[in-house]
């Protein structure tokens, strides 16, 4: 098992920028993805971004492409989330997970650890 642990959220205006961080410990030697997700009320989980572990190939949701920056630290066990040009519509909350076992491209129903959150709220 992997534990996430995310940090970084905040409040900030339309326009502005954050950077998330997730750090993971456990049996962090199993993953194959990271990957950030977020969640805003009354809406579905999407995946924002992701990064195999491996390899270090890049994942965005349209909606971010341009604007967010995944990247792993040198160690690989600490995730990072650059948000740039933040619009009121990324407000949510942000969950890292990852995904233990082999490759799949990272793909969204592959997740087998999740973090606890952390907020972000953009305001116009």
């Known amino acids: 098992q992997v534990q996430l642990a995310e940090s970084g959220g905040g409040s900030v205006q339309s326009g502005g920028s954050l950077k998330l961080s997730c750090a993971a410990s456990?049996?962090?030697?199993?993953?194959?993805?990271m990957g950030w997700f977020r969640q805003a009320p009354g809406e579905e989980r999407e995946r924002v971004a992701a990064?195999?572990?491996?390899?270090?190939?890049?994942y965005y949701a349209d909606s971010v492409k341009g604007r967010f920056t995944i990247s792993q630290g040198n160690a690989g066990n600490m995730m990072y989330l650059q948000m740039n040009s933040l619009k009121s519509e990324d407000t949510a909350m942000y969950y890292c997970?990852?995904?233990?076992?082999?490759?799949?491209?990272?793909?969204?129903?592959?997740?087998?650890?999740w973090g606890q959150g952390t907020q972000v709220t953009v305001s116009s």
């Open positions: 456990g049996y962090t030697a199993s993953m194959s993805c």
């Open positions: 990064i195999a572990t491996g390899s270090g190939s890049v």
């Open positions: 997970a990852a995904s233990r076992g082999p490759n799949r491209g990272c793909q969204s129903a592959f997740y087998n650890d």
